[in-house]
């Protein structure tokens, strides 16, 4: 178990697979962020040749419909059999197999609540069409995630209940030869795990390795305590000992951690430390000291192997935001993208079916009246035929009736998305920034009951940063504006082609989306991150302009105390309405904003009525 | 695997619908829920729980909190708990035979007749699992006997289920919005009432509404949100000996479940006779004026909406004293019991940085003193 190898996401890659053969309802499953290629296919393989073949392994296709996953009334079978026929269900036809979920970054949150559900309770509950049932589905799951950017990440809920979370590089290799394990190995495995002990000691190893990681989610801690009692067996002992703990320190807990153990000593007295605010350090983060202080802390701990095993499985990448972004980039892996999957993709997606009449917008979903209709056709028959005798054609129709309608219920597309770009730097006055964060609230608090979102970009030093992504959750809006920091240079430009990324993104989706920005419109850091305010100015309005071409609905709020004629131009140049609010206080500012929103709304959608 | 093919059936003809959900029933595929008295830590969430098995009365618990802390399993514990309930035999609806008016149409004309004959049954708990179809949660037609002999029947649905009981969702957020309207509508009416091409049905449907969820995949609609009683928040625990102890417990309930049970089998009876003696001592519970104006005094400063606060926190208050043993309500039940029984139904004010618990903590400290 102890020759891991000096690269250690392929051999972590190999190992994830050998523990999750063992035992793949134990350990939830993998969640496999890989490009498409050979190297998943060879990973997916491999793992299919440590799996007993009787074990299923299936494809979970994107856009499974709930009534599928979780089984209900056979429609077909149902009316040619004329007695009740059921469907098991996805889920329940996977009982004892493997999961494989395609593009898990995409996948609707409802899904994953699913998914989740049957992982927790090893089987699943269905109460559909009539029909109520209590099915074994014992699965474990590999997520394939093709997410590319930071924030694309399967929905946390499930996340959270996979115990590996493995990155294949494109070019990775798998080298199995560390691991030199067969289905043999896992059968014998299978059969010892039950019987593998973990003492006092080492469950109290991970716990703490778990706490100084910042892994909040006690599953996790749990999960990491299970890989080491599956690798034990895997290695034919009935012990856990302390490279078992590695292993699975490294393979779970090193992928969740949120921050680096050095950072947890200096807080290890901290009760509650998920809701230890971020240092609102002022000054420039430096990435130079980061490499000096991390070893020597390491090694200084009591439960320095583990907890040195996991600390090396953090991906690199993640250590460095750690350090230089704070609790933000923490935030936005521990909150998943579940806002944006609430909504599912606007574009014409069912959200649901319920009964109803067709029109107004409602489609009449076929299939789904059929089933409504299916119990019914007996009664009716018998009623239809003692009042008159029926002809041979009659007989054989469905007789629907209204009862039975049912329509699809699709997401509004009229939803609206306010992206409020917030001017951090020292410039805009600190004042002005508290206000901008409660006017956010005081929209989210409203948005939340006319189901819309906000977003929050915020403008300061060197760089612009997406703080909240599309939220309609009043606890993650407040947290990211609690942590949100003063003080820098005006980095314009690089703010309004954040703003405009986030737009046409959320466009795509088939949202509406507003931008609301707050500046006194003083550029000063270019997108480069020089400070020139010539050159900062000529970028701003020419990302201005750009801005312009997509057709959005832009407000600008002039947050110098008092009228800047550098917000009237950039205003101008973006097409934006233009609110000097020398006196405004977040009820106001919010006021205008809505107004200018329920325009925007209306005629966003007189825009795609014209289209469609 | 004919047990499996068999439990696809509709309930009824695997066994009751009444008690598929029932431990008792052993239905083999439910897994055995873990003992809600070897839940590590997260007493208010424990304290909710057992205050609304006291004084069903209360409304509902809400349990809004971090992934993975134990929300599910201490809601399917509670189970396992309750003492056995008296209910008609026969009934489909577990009607009570001390009711008066609460019971189904059945046991009404029944009662005309003559004495009704009980029996004892466990307290439902019932899942309302995400993806339930309105029909099922409702009732609809008897499919089998619909389909095979052309009659029309109903089948109880997942509220006639609950009656009597608790009906648990999780995920509560995540609940499509025409069955929170079904739910909110039962909830307040105490009744089912289904009315479908020549089906009308209504019978009691009175139950304890149970949610949980988690907020950062959305939040709850206020009306929903001000249904419930009590609401308690969950955090994951921060120390190192509490965390070992979650950890240890789980793993020793996995590798030994019937072991487990066994080790913890005196504390569970031990707190369900905790809550048989607060339901005896409830009513004699006394509330001085002094008590009633503290309350009242405390939702004014906080600006709680309508009445429905008062009430919860005054009831609350009288089923925690009665689980303590106390006679009287005093201030320490109030100050206990204030939070869960008011943060959720404060006015939203974003301005304010802090908590709503921290707001309902700063108004007693104010009005009580610290």
């Known amino acids: 178990?102890?020759?891991?190898?000096?690269?250690?996401?392929?051999?972590?890659?190999?190992?994830?697979?050998?523990?999750?053969?063992?035992?793949?309802?134990?350990?939830?499953?993998?969640?496999?962020?890989?490009?498409?290629?050979?190297?998943?296919?060879?990973?997916?393989?491999?793992?299919?040749?440590?799996?007993?073949?009787?074990?299923?392994?299936?494809?979970?296709?994107?856009?499974?419909?709930?009534?599928?996953?979780?089984?209900?009334?056979?429609?077909?079978?149902?009316?040619?059999?004329?007695?009740?026929?059921?469907?098991?269900?996805?889920?329940?036809?996977?009982?004892?197999?493997?999961?494989?979920?395609?593009?898990?970054?995409?996948?609707?949150?409802?899904?994953?609540?699913?998914?989740?559900?049957?992982?927790?309770?090893?089987?699943?509950?269905?109460?559909?069409?009539?029909?109520?049932?209590?099915?074994?589905?014992?699965?474990?799951?590999?997520?394939?995630?093709?997410?590319?950017?930071?924030?694309?990440?399967?929905?946390?809920?499930?996340?959270?209940?996979?115990?590996?979370?493995?990155?294949?590089?494109?070019?990775?290799?798998?080298?199995?030869?560390?691991?030199?394990?067969?289905?043999?190995?896992?059968?014998?495995?299978?059969?010892?795990?039950?019987?593998?002990?973990?003492?006092?000691?080492?469950?109290?190893?991970?716990?703490?390795?778990?706490?100084?990681?910042?892994?909040?989610?006690?599953?996790?801690?749990?999960?990491?305590?299970?890989?080491?009692?599956?690798?034990?067996?895997?290695?034919?002992?009935?012990?856990?000992?302390?490279?078992?703990?590695?292993?699975?320190?490294?393979?779970?807990?090193?992928?969740?951690?949120?921050?680096?153990?050095?950072?947890?000593?200096?807080?290890?007295?901290?009760?509650?430390?998920?809701?230890?605010?971020?240092?609102?350090?002022?000054?420039?983060?430096?990435?130079?000291?980061?490499?000096?202080?991390?070893?020597?802390?390491?090694?200084?701990?009591?439960?320095?192997?583990?907890?040195?095993?996991?600390?090396?499985?953090?991906?690199?990448?993640?250590?460095?935001?750690?350090?230089?972004?704070?609790?933000?980039?923490?935030?936005s892996r521990a909150a998943g993208r579940a806002g944006a999957f609430a909504q599912g993709s606007g574009r014409g997606r069912p959200a649901g079916i319920r009964s109803g009449m067709p029109g107004k917008g409602a489609r009449l979903n076929l299939i789904e009246t059929l089933r409504a209709a299916a119990p019914w056709q007996g009664v009716r028959r018998a009623a239809a035929s003692s009042g008159e005798r029926l002809s041979r054609a009659t007989e054989r129709c469905i007789d629907v009736r209204r009862d039975d309608w049912r329509v699809t219920r699709l997401k509004q597309r009229s939803e609206s998305a306010t992206i409020f770009v917030v001017d951090a730097s020292g410039s805009s006055a600190l004042h002005r920034l508290a206000e901008a964060k409660g006017a956010v609230e005081l929209l989210l608090a409203d948005c939340y009951v006319r189901r819309d979102r906000v977003a929050l970009i915020a403008f300061r030093g060197k760089k612009a940063e997406l703080l909240l992504p599309p939220t309609r959750s009043l606890v993650r809006a407040k947290r990211s504006l609690a942590g949100l920091p003063g003080g820098g240079g005006t980095p314009l430009a690089a703010a309004i082609d954040t703003a405009k990324d986030l737009a046409d993104a959320l466009r795509r989706k088939g949202q509406t989306p507003v931008i609301v920005l707050l500046t006194d419109g003083r550029a000063n850091v270019t997108r480069e991150g020089k400070g020139s305010r010539a050159e900062a100015d000529a970028e701003a309005l020419s990302s201005a302009r750009q801005l312009r071409g997509l057709g959005l609905t832009t407000i600008l709020v002039d947050t110098s105390p008092r009228a800047s004629a550098a917000a009237e131009r950039l205003a101008q140049e973006c097409a934006a309405q233009y609110l000097a609010l020398p006196q405004a206080d977040a009820v106001s500012l919010s006021r205008s904003v809505q107004s200018a929103t329920a325009t925007a709304r209306g005629a966003g959608s007189a825009q795609r009525r014209s289209v469609s | 695997?004919?047990?499996?093919?068999?439990?696809?059936?509709?309930?009824?003809?695997?066994?009751?619908?009444?008690?598929?959900?029932?431990?008792?029933?052993?239905?083999?595929?439910?897994?055995?829920?873990?003992?809600?008295?070897?839940?590590?830590?997260?007493?208010?969430?424990?304290?909710?729980?057992?205050?609304?098995?006291?004084?069903?009365?209360?409304?509902?618990?809400?349990?809004?909190?971090?992934?993975?802390?134990?929300?599910?399993?201490?809601?399917?514990?509670?189970?396992?708990?309750?003492?056995?309930?008296?209910?008609?035999?026969?009934?489909?609806?577990?009607?009570?035979?001390?009711?008066?008016?609460?019971?189904?149409?059945?046991?009404?004309?029944?009662?005309?007749?003559?004495?009704?004959?009980?029996?004892?049954?466990?307290?439902?708990?019932?899942?309302?699992?995400?993806?339930?179809?309105?029909?099922?949660?409702?009732?609809?037609?008897?499919l089998e006997r619909a389909l095979s002999h052309g009659e029309k029947a109903f089948e109880p649905g997942l509220l006639a289920r609950a009656h009597r009981g608790f009906l648990y969702i999780d995920e509560v957020n995540l609940l499509e919005d025409h069955l929170v309207d079904v739910l909110l509508d039962v909830a307040a009416s105490g009744e089912n009432v289904v009315e479908r091409e020549g089906l009308s049905i209504r019978h009691p449907a009175r139950f304890v509404l149970v949610g949980s969820g988690n907020p950062e995949e959305g939040e709850l609609r206020p009306q929903l949100l001000d249904r419930f009683g009590l609401s308690v928040e969950v955090r994951t625990p921060g120390d190192l000996a509490t965390r070992v102890d979650v950890v240890r417990r789980r793993d020793d309930f996995e590798r030994d479940t019937a072991g487990f049970i066994a080790k913890w089998q005196k504390q569970e009876a031990k707190l369900r006779r905790r809550i048989v003696a607060g339901r005896a001592r409830l009513a004699s519970v006394n509330v001085a004026d002094a008590a009633l104006e503290r309350a009242a005094r405390l939702c004014i400063a906080l600006g709680t909406d309508g009445l429905r606060g008062e009430l919860t926190l005054i009831r609350a208050a009288r089923a925690f004293a009665a689980l303590e043993g106390d006679e009287s309500v005093g201030d320490a039940h109030l100050r206990r019991i204030a939070a869960p029984a008011l943060h959720h139904r404060l006015r939203r004010n974003p301005l304010d940085d802090a908590g709503s618990t921290v707001r309902v903590e700063r108004a007693i400290a104010e009005l009580f003193g610290p």
């Open chain 1, 1 to 331: 178990v102890s020759d891991r190898s000096a690269d250690p996401t392929d051999t972590d890659a190999a190992w994830a697979a050998a523990l999750f053969a063992v035992d793949p309802s134990g350990l939830g499953g993998v969640s496999l962020r890989a490009a498409f290629g050979p190297v998943r296919d060879g990973w997916l393989a491999g793992l299919r040749d440590l799996l007993p073949s009787e074990a299923a392994v299936r494809k979970l296709p994107l856009n499974v419909s709930e009534g599928r996953l979780l089984g209900g009334l056979d429609l077909t079978a149902t009316l040619s059999a004329g007695r009740p026929v059921a469907d098991r269900g996805f889920l329940a036809e996977a009982d004892g197999g493997v999961i494989l979920v395609a593009m898990a970054e995409r996948l609707p949150v409802m899904i994953a609540a699913h998914l989740a559900a049957a992982l927790d309770a090893k089987m699943i509950a269905t109460e559909r069409d009539g029909l109520s049932a209590r099915l074994p589905a014992r699965i474990g799951i590999v997520a394939l995630d093709e997410g590319i950017a930071e924030d694309e990440r399967p929905p946390a809920a499930l996340l959270d209940r996979l115990a590996f979370h493995v990155e294949l590089g494109a070019k990775a290799t798998l080298d199995r030869s560390g691991a030199r394990i067969d289905r043999l190995a896992i059968e014998g495995a299978r059969t010892l795990l039950p019987k593998v002990r973990i003492s006092e000691e080492i469950l109290r190893t991970l716990c703490a390795a778990g706490l100084a990681l910042g892994v909040d989610s006690i599953r996790g801690t749990q999960l990491a305590v299970q890989a080491a009692r599956v690798a034990a067996a895997l290695d034919g002992r009935h012990n856990v000992n302390e490279d078992d703990a590695a292993l699975a320190a490294g393979l779970v807990l090193g992928p969740r951690a949120t921050r680096i153990p050095a950072e947890a000593e200096e807080d290890a007295g901290d009760a509650e430390p998920q809701e230890s605010p971020p240092p609102s350090d002022p000054a420039e983060p430096d990435d130079g000291k980061l490499d000096e202080t991390e070893q020597p802390l390491l090694d200084r701990l009591p439960e320095d192997m583990v907890l040195a095993a996991s600390a090396a499985a953090i991906p690199a990448g993640l250590l460095a935001q750690l350090k230089t972004r704070g609790t933000a980039a923490k935030q």
């Open chain 2, 1 to 142: 695997m004919t047990g499996v093919e068999q439990s696809m059936l509709p309930a009824h003809w695997a066994s009751s619908p009444l008690v598929a959900n029932n431990a008792s029933e052993a239905d083999s595929v439910m897994a055995t829920p873990f003992p809600f008295s070897a839940i590590v830590g997260q007493e208010d969430m424990k304290l909710a729980l057992m205050i609304a098995a006291i004084d069903r009365s209360i409304g509902g618990v809400l349990v809004f909190g971090d992934r993975g802390t134990g929300k599910s399993t201490a809601i399917r514990a509670l189970a396992a708990l309750l003492p056995r309930m008296n209910a008609v035999a026969g009934c489909r609806y577990n009607c009570d035979p001390a009711s008066g008016s609460a019971v189904c149409s059945d046991c009404k004309t029944a009662r005309d007749k003559g004495p009704l004959k009980t029996r004892q049954i466990e307290v439902p708990v019932v899942d309302l699992p995400l993806g339930a179809t309105e029909d099922r949660v409702v009732g609809t037609l008897d």
